[in-house]
Each structure stands twice: as structure tokens, then as C-alpha cells.
């Protein structure tokens, strides 16, 4: 197992995963991993180029970013429409297209809006413009969902009333059980986002292992733990095992971080989840639960339920 940052680009441990990687690839594998802190680490390190021919890495759908789909950004975009509202995400979030464009076009006409760090910038935006309607655009995964959970409580105890959510996460979990019933080719493993399962623990992805006969590796983002990650993958193709390992150990344990679960839980209740490729995933998407619909942008402004049916 690769240890902590100071080894992630150590030429001389990548020579060697890549050694027992090629090793251990006696028929052509496919590898398949759904983070887009993956895809990127991949992609930009040519990591695929150097695994053994035939075998290959496959970009799934996507990070729950750049996997929002068309209908939900075109729901950010009527909002953002509306006169005296200042709506507030992430940057990634202005470059993902909706049907006709996106919100960075749609800035650059005129409309007020901004790319924040996160949901406690758009709480402060509200706290200092009073007289504005603040929108947090709020979308990723659940190590994203928690910080959002955080800032609608911190915002309750400030009795805000001019900050509102569009809720536009999904879950990890649900989204990896829609990718594994596509159809495939040949023998797969598949890579779970370290990241995630820091939150929602691994033991979740044991049914989808078993059910698939799919090995699921748990890896960090970082070059090394993703070599580690399909060397540990290729291992169980080779003798034909379809377990979940966990190769994050140094922040991933089996039941994840309950507290911060229970805290996303507080604020959110499950709901139908939308995504780009994956389309509509039941139970795999977040909504507002009553007690905090207050801070419902899609009520507030009549552009329908995000995650659920069409507006």
C-alpha cells in the first residue's frame, strides 16, 4: 500500500507498481473510475498510456459536477435571471453547459453571478448584502453535501432570510450502483473515490461487489495511490476474486465518518437524483427536508425540484 504525499511521485515505487501491474495482467482488463479528481489525474499524468496493452482505464460518468445535466443548470440559469439575485457555486459549475448555454455565458449578459470557495462564502455574501436574494448553487457528492449541511445550519442560527439552495447533489453510492448495471465488456474493476468513502465509509459497495462480481478498489486522487489502486484491482481479476479493498487506509476506514453523515441528514432527506449520463438514479440524489425548506431556492423562485421530476 503506497504511503503519505512525500512518496505520491517517487519514479522509483511508480516503476515498480507499473512492474507488478504488467505482471499481473494476463488477459485484457478494464478499469473503470467515475471521480473526476481521477479522470484528471489520469489524464494528466498519461497514466493509461503505461498500463499493459489491451487493458484500459475508463473515465465513467463523471464527477456529480460535470455530471449535473442540462435540465438542472437550466434551472440555475432561470434563477440567476432574476432581477436583485446574486447566485452563488463553485467555479467548476460556470463551464458546464445547460440546454442553450451555460451560467458563465449567461454572466457575461449581464447576470450577477459568482464563483465562490464554498457554501459559507455564500452565506457571507448574504450576511453583507441584505437587500440582495443569495442563491448557493449547491452540487458534488457527500464530502460536498456536509459542508452545504453546515452552512444552512450556521445560517438558521443567523435567522437569514435571503439565502436560499439549489440542492443539485448526488450520492456516490447509488451513482456507482446505476454505472455497474450498464452493460460491459470482458472482465472490469472498478476505482471508489477515496474522497467519498472518507464520508460514507466501504462497507456500502460489498452488496455491489458481490452482486456484479466486480472488484472495488477504494483509492485516493493522488498518482500513486492510483497505480496502488490498479495494481490492487488487477490482483482480483487475475485470481478471479470480486471483493472491495481499500487502498485510501490513511483516510478511509469501513464505516466512514458517521458524524458528519448524520449531520448531512439533519438538513437533507433522499430524493430521486438527476445526472448527465446516467439520467434519472432513484434514491440517488439530496433534497432539503422540511424542516429547512425555507431555504428552498427552487420553491422560492418556482423552478421546480431539482433532483426530481421536470419543473
Given amino acids: ?4 504525499l512525500d512518496e505520491q511521485r517517487d519514479p522509483l515505487l511508480a516503476g515498480a507498481l507499473l512492474k507488478a501491474i504488467h505482471t499481473f495482467t494476463a488477459a485484457p482488463w478494464t478499469i473503470t473510475e467515475m471521480c473526476g479528481a481521477r479522470t484528471h489525474g489520469l489524464a494528466a ?31 440555475a440559469l432561470a434563477v440567476a435571471a432574476h432581477p436583485g439575485v446574486i447566485l452563488t457555486t463553485s467555479a467548476d459549475m460556470l463551464e458546464v453547459p445547460g440546454t442553450e448555454t451555460g451560467l458563465a455565458a449567461l454572466r457575461a449578459r449581464g447576470a450577477d453571478v459568482r464563483a465562490v470557495p464554498g457554501p459559507f462564502d455564500a452565506v457571507r455574501l448574504a450576511v453583507e448584502t441584505p437587500r440582495s ?7 458534488g457528492c457527500e464530502t460536498t453535501a456536509t459542508a452545504t449541511a453546515t452552512a444552512v445550519l450556521h445560517a438558521a442560527e443567523l435567522g437569514l432570510r435571503n439565502l436560499t439552495l ?13 454505472a455497474l448495471a450498464l452493460p460491459s465488456e470482458g472482465n472490469t474493476a472498478f476505482l471508489a473515490p477515496g474522497r467519498v468513502c472518507a464520508v460514507t465509509g466501504w462497507a456500502g459497495y460489498e452488496p455491489l461487489a458481490a452482486t456484479h462480481r466486480t472488484p472495488i478498489v477504494v483509492t485516493g486522487a493522488a498518482p500513486l495511490e492510483l497505480l ?16 472491495v479493498e481499500n487502498g485510501y487506509a490513511r483516510a478511509v476506514g469501513r464505516t466512514g465518518n458517521i458524524a458528519a453523515r448524520e449531520l448531512a441528514g439533519r438538513v437533507f432527506r433522499v430524493t430521486a437524483g438527476r445526472s ?5 438514479i432513484p434514491d440517488g440524489g ?14 422560492r423562485f418556482g423552478v421546480g425540484d431539482l433532483a426530481g421530476a421536470p419543473a
Fill in 1 to 4: 500500500m503506497v504511503g503519505f
Fill in 45 to 75: 499524468r498519461g497514466l493509461g498510456d503505461l498500463l499493459p496493452s489491451g487493458s484500459r482505464l475508463v473515465h465513467g460518468p463523471g464527477c456529480p459536477i460535470c455530471g449535473t445535466p442540462p435540465e438542472v443548470i437550466d434551472r
Fill in 133 to 139: 436574494e443569495v442563491v448557493f448553487f449547491a452540487t
Fill in 166 to 178: 439549489l440542492t443539485g447533489h448526488l450520492l456516490a453510492l447509488p451513482a456507482t450502483a446505476a
Fill in 228 to 243: 496502488d489502486g490498479v495494481l490492487m484491482a488487477v490482483r482480483q481479476l487475475a485470481s478471479g476474486r470480486a471483493e
Fill in 276 to 280: 448527465r449520463r446516467l439520467g434519472i
Fill in 286 to 299: 439530496l433534497a432539503l427536508a422540511a424542516e429547512y425548506a425555507a431555504f428552498d431556492a427552487a420553491a
